[in-house]
C-alpha cells in the first residue's frame, strides 16, 4: 500500500496485487503536476486497498530480473615469487571472489605477500607444472576459474571482459580464450608468433585441466570456446640471465619428454639446421627484426634452447642405453 511521508511525498509499501486499484482513473502523466508519487526510478500512480478492478487502457510494464552475479576463483601455482605475485593478485582483486596459491615451499615472501591479499595458501610438494596447477583448480569453490601464472596480470580491458562476462547471466561457452602479451627485457614482442599468442584461461568449473605434459602446458578442452577482449599480460623475463637460466631448464624438461617417447641419436638437422630455419623465418619472415635489439635476442635465445632440446635429448638416451 501507498503511506504519505511527513515530506508530503508517498513511500510504497508490498501489497498483494489483488488488493490495489488506480485511484486517478485515467490520469495522463502530465495531469500529475504537483501529486505526490512513489520513490522509485520510475512513475506510478497514487494507489490505495480496494477490491481488484480492470484497468481500463493501462499496461503491465515489465521490469528486467536481477541476475545473479557468478563468482570468480583465480588460481595461480608459485616458488619464490615476491617479485612478482604482489603485481598478479593487485590486477586480479577486482574480480576474484577467491584466490587460490598452490605453493611449493618457497622461502621468500611470496606466501606472506599473496595472505596479505586474502588468499587461501596450500603448501604442496612440487608435482611438475600441470599436476600443480591441476590441484590448484581442483581446490577453486567459485562457478568459474581464471588460472594465471604469477608473473601474469590482468589488464584493465581484459578485466572489464571479465567482469562483462561474470554478470550475463548465460555465457555463451564454457571456456574463454585470451590474448597474452609477451615482455621481454620490460618491452612488448609483438611479432613473430609472440602476440597475440592465445590461452585458454578463464573456464567454467570443470570445464577443463591442464594437459599432463613437462613443459609449456596447456589447458584443453573440448567444444567451441569464445575470445574475450582485452590482454593479459606476461612479465617473462626482465633480464637475459634469467631469460637463459629458464631456457636451460626448459630445455632440460623438453629434453626428458622427447627422450621418453623415442630413442634420440645425434642429429645434425636438429641440434644445428631445426634452430638455423627457425631463427631465421621467424627473424626476417615473419617480422622479428621490427622488434628491434630485444626481438633479436629472444629469437637467438629461442633458437639456441632447440637446439640444447634436441643435443640434451640425445645425450640422456646415450645415458638410458649405457644404465641398460
Same mark, same amino acid.
Given at each position: 500500500?501507498?503511506?504519505?511521508?511527513?515530506?508530503?511525498?508517498?513511500?510504497?509499501?508490498? +501489497?498483494?496485487?489483488?488488493?490495489?486499484?488506480?485511484?486517478?482513473?485515467?490520469? &495522463?502523466?502530465? $495531469?500529475?503536476? *504537483?501529486?505526490?508519487?512513489?520513490?522509485?526510478?520510475?512513475?506510478?500512480?497514487?494507489?490505495?486497498?480496494?477490491?481488484?478492478?480492470?484497468?481500463? *487502457?493501462?499496461?503491465?510494464?515489465?521490469?528486467?530480473?536481477?541476475?545473479?552475479?557468478?563468482?570468480? !576463483?583465480?588460481?595461480?601455482?608459485?616458488?619464490?615469487?615476491?617479485?612478482?605475485?604482489?603485481?598478479?593478485?593487485?590486477?586480479?582483486?577486482?574480480?576474484?571472489?577467491?584466490?587460490?596459491?598452490?605453493? !611449493? =615451499?618457497?622461502? @621468500?615472501?611470496?606466501?606472506?605477500?599473496?595472505?596479505?591479499?586474502?588468499?587461501?595458501?596450500?603448501? /604442496?610438494?612440487?608435482? *611438475?607444472?600441470?599436476?600443480?596447477?591441476?590441484?590448484?583448480?581442483?581446490?577453486?569453490?567459485? @562457478?568459474?576459474?581464471?588460472?594465471?601464472?604469477?608473473?601474469?596480470?590482468? !589488464?584493465?580491458?581484459? +578485466?572489464?571482459?571479465?567482469?562483462?562476462?561474470? +554478470?550475463?547471466?548465460?555465457?555463451?561457452?564454457?571456456?574463454?580464450?585470451?590474448?597474452?602479451?609477451?615482455?621481454?627485457? *620490460?618491452?612488448?614482442?609483438?611479432?613473430? =608468433?609472440?602476440?597475440? $599468442?592465445?590461452?585458454?584461461?578463464?573456464?567454467?568449473?570443470?570445464?577443463?585441466?591442464?594437459?599432463?605434459?613437462?613443459?609449456?602446458? @596447456?589447458?584443453?578442452?573440448? &567444444?567451441?570456446?569464445?575470445?574475450?577482449? &582485452? @590482454?593479459?599480460?606476461?612479465?617473462?623475463?626482465?633480464?637475459?640471465?634469467?631469460?637463459?637460466?629458464?631456457?636451460?631448464?626448459?630445455?632440460?624438461?623438453?629434453?626428458?619428454?622427447?627422450?621418453? /617417447?623415442?630413442?634420440?641419436?645425434?642429429?645434425?638437422?636438429?641440434?644445428?639446421?631445426?634452430?638455423?630455419?627457425?631463427?631465421?623465418?621467424?627473424?626476417?619472415?615473419?617480422?622479428?627484426?621490427?622488434?628491434?635489439?630485444?626481438?633479436?635476442?629472444?629469437?637467438?635465445?629461442?633458437?639456441?634452447?632447440?637446439?640444447?632440446?634436441?643435443?640434451?635429448?640425445?645425450?640422456?638416451?646415450? !645415458?638410458?642405453?649405457?644404465? /641398460?
Amino acid at each position: 500500500m501507498v503511506e504519505e511521508s511527513s515530506s508530503g511525498s508517498f513511500d510504497c509499501a508490498v +501489497t498483494p496485487l489483488r488488493s490495489l486499484r488506480l485511484r486517478s482513473g485515467r490520469q &495522463g502523466m502530465g $495531469d500529475m503536476a *504537483g501529486q505526490s508519487v512513489c520513490r522509485y526510478p520510475w512513475h506510478i500512480r497514487k494507489l490505495e486497498p480496494g477490491p481488484l478492478q480492470p484497468i481500463v *487502457g493501462v499496461t503491465a510494464l515489465r521490469t528486467p530480473a536481477i541476475l545473479r552475479r557468478m563468482s570468480l !576463483s583465480v588460481c595461480i601455482i608459485t616458488l619464490n615469487e615476491e617479485a612478482n605475485i604482489g603485481r598478479t593478485l593487485k590486477s586480479a582483486k577486482g574480480i576474484a571472489d577467491e584466490i587460490i596459491v598452490v605453493d !611449493s =615451499g618457497s622461502t @621468500d615472501a611470496t606466501v606472506s605477500l599473496a595472505r596479505q591479499f586474502g588468499a587461501k595458501v596450500f603448501v /604442496e610438494p612440487w608435482k *611438475g607444472f600441470a599436476r600443480q596447477k591441476n590441484s590448484a583448480l581442483e581446490k577453486a569453490t567459485c @562457478d568459474w576459474i581464471l588460472s594465471l601464472d604469477a608473473d601474469e596480470e590482468v !589488464s584493465p580491458e581484459l +578485466t572489464a571482459s571479465i567482469k562483462a562476462l561474470l +554478470t550475463s547471466g548465460t555465457p555463451q561457452f564454457s571456456g574463454y580464450l585470451m590474448n597474452r602479451r609477451n615482455m621481454y627485457f *620490460g618491452k612488448w614482442i609483438r611479432r613473430s =608468433g609472440y602476440y597475440p $599468442d592465445p590461452k585458454l584461461r578463464l573456464i567454467k568449473r570443470g570445464a577443463a585441466q591442464f594437459e599432463l605434459r613437462d613443459v609449456h602446458e @596447456d589447458m584443453k578442452m573440448v &567444444g567451441e570456446l569464445g575470445h574475450l577482449k &582485452g @590482454d593479459m599480460i606476461h612479465h617473462a623475463y626482465p633480464t637475459l640471465e634469467s631469460f637463459i637460466e629458464h631456457a636451460n631448464r626448459y630445455s632440460s624438461l623438453g629434453a626428458d619428454m622427447v627422450a621418453r /617417447e623415442r630413442k634420440v641419436g645425434f642429429s645434425v638437422v636438429n641440434i644445428v639446421l631445426r634452430p638455423l630455419v627457425r631463427f631465421l623465418w621467424a627473424y626476417f619472415f615473419r617480422g622479428g627484426f621490427l622488434d628491434g635489439r630485444e626481438g633479436l635476442l629472444v629469437l637467438m635465445n629461442h633458437a639456441a634452447y632447440v637446439s640444447w632440446k634436441y643435443a640434451k635429448a640425445w645425450e640422456k638416451s646415450q !645415458s638410458k642405453l649405457v644404465n /641398460e
